[in-house]
C-alpha cells in the first residue's frame, strides 16, 4: 500500500526558512516521480516542485519558488525534501508530498499540476507565512 507522511511545516515570519519532509513507504520509491503541491484557502491545489526518479534526479520548480526552494530526494530512505527560505506569505497553504510511477510531469522545464490522475497523495502539512 502506497503511503506518504509529511512532516515538517509551521509558522515562520517573511525572509525565514521553513523545512518539510515525506517518508514514503509501501512502493519502489526509486523509481517514482516525487512531488510537492500546495492549497491556500480558496484557491486550487498548484505544484510547487517535482523531481525525477532516476538519473540525475533533476528538480522543477514553478517560476514563484524558483531560487527559494530546493528540492532533494533520498532513494535510500525513500524520503523527500523541501528546503524553503525567503519565505513569502502568498507561499501560505497546506502542503502535500505527491507520488507518481514513472517520469514527472513537466513541459517546457516547468512542473505541471495536471497529469497527475494516477498519483497517490499524503495527507498534508501546514506552511504559514505571516508578513
Known amino acids: 500500500q502506497e503511503k506518504l507522511v509529511e512532516s515538517g511545516g509551521g509558522s515562520a515570519q517573511a525572509g525565514g526558512s521553513l523545512s518539510l519532509s515525506c517518508a514514503a513507504s509501501g512502493f519502489r520509491y526509486e523509481v517514482y516521480c516525487m512531488g510537492w503541491f500546495r492549497q491556500a484557502p480558496a484557491k486550487a491545489r498548484e505544484v510547487v516542485a517535482v523531481?525525477?526518479?532516476?538519473?540525475?534526479?533533476?528538480?522543477y520548480y514553478i517560476d514563484s519558488v524558483q531560487g527559494r526552494f530546493l528540492l532533494s530526494r533520498d532513494n535510500a530512505q525513500h524520503t523527500l525534501y523541501l528546503q524553503m527560505k525567503d519565505l513569502k506569505p502568498e507561499d501560505s497553504g497546506d502542503y502535500y508530498c505527491a507520488a507518481q510511477r514513472g517520469a514527472c510531469p513537466v513541459e517546457n522545464g516547468k512542473p505541471l499540476s495536471t497529469h497527475w490522475s494516477s498519483g497517490t497523495w499524503g495527507q498534508g502539512t501546514q506552511v504559514t507565512v505571516s508578513s
Open positions: 523531481i525525477s526518479p532516476y538519473g540525475n534526479m533533476k528538480a
